[in-house]
């Protein structure tokens, strides 16, 4: 049986990530003000401490004059103010780590690490998996944000498909499973997929894919012109 899919015009095509319910939880986004942020909430609570360096403060305390007036050493108080998602405690180790992380925040490109890499440092310690971020880009010069996302759980590909569906850079296919083929293209109605490839047997795969049928029983039409008329009224004077 042959699936038949038409291209949606791309002027009022709509990426899954247009719908706040589509949004994956795990990845945040953020950096570029004239785009949408989107913050997992374990993350942003990483970067607020980092941010507002009360904590930053209390561990320069101790460094400079080997006490702080709430604390009584720097592991009460990133056990406090930074505390662990997935463990009651940090290792001395840990601690360690965050020490140095910390201090280094907020002063540019340090050992080799900016922030943005310092904030992934931090968070994989306090999170208990490991971060890092990358900056995905869009069709414009303009049209780019960074990325923040546990590594174990997201690979090239799933990132590549995020950066298209954020950009709307992709294409949605109506399809429909009738047993006969369409008189015409506009005929076509059926549910909706949002493909990422942007080469026709990539779309089809896709497509087939999601229908659950083979990629050659797919048969696909593409919008190749669109044309706008201008349609004038008259009224007597």
């Not at 759980?153 to 499973?177: I, S």
């Not at 779309?203 to 044309?227: F, H, L, Q, W």
């Amino acid at each position: 049986m042959k699936v038949y899919a038409r291209q949606i015009n791309p002027e009022y095509q709509e990426s899954p990530l247009f719908f706040d319910s589509c949004w994956p939880e795990d990845i945040t986004v953020a950096g570029n003000r004239d785009y949408k942020e989107h913050w997992n909430p374990d993350f942003r609570r990483v970067y607020d401490v980092l941010e507002a360096e009360e904590l930053a403060d209390v561990l320069d305390d101790f460094e400079r004059y080997g006490k702080n007036n709430w604390y009584k050493n720097r592991t009460a108080a990133i056990q406090d103010l930074l505390y662990p998602a997935h463990k009651e405690r940090y290792s001395t180790k840990e601690v360690k780590e965050l020490c140095e992380l910390i201090q280094e925040y907020g002063f540019g490109r340090r050992n080799g690490r900016d922030d943005d890499d310092i904030l992934c440092a931090v968070a994989s310690i306090v999170l208990g998996k490991k971060y890092d971020h990358t900056t995905i880009r869009g069709c414009c010069q303009g049209d780019w944000n960074d990325v923040f996302y546990p590594v174990d759980e997201w690979n090239r590909e799933a990132l590549k498909n995020f950066e298209t569906e954020y950009f709307n850079t992709g294409t949605e296919w109506m399809v429909d499973e009738g047993e006969k083929e369409p008189d015409d293209p506009e005929d076509i109605s059926g549910w909706t997929v949002y493909c990422h490839d942007r080469h026709d047997e990539g779309i089809r795969k896709e497509i087939a894919d999601a229908a659950g049928c083979k990629p050659e029983d797919v048969v696909m039409y593409r919008i190749s012109n669109t044309r706008c008329v201008t349609v004038c009224e008259y009224e007597a004077v």
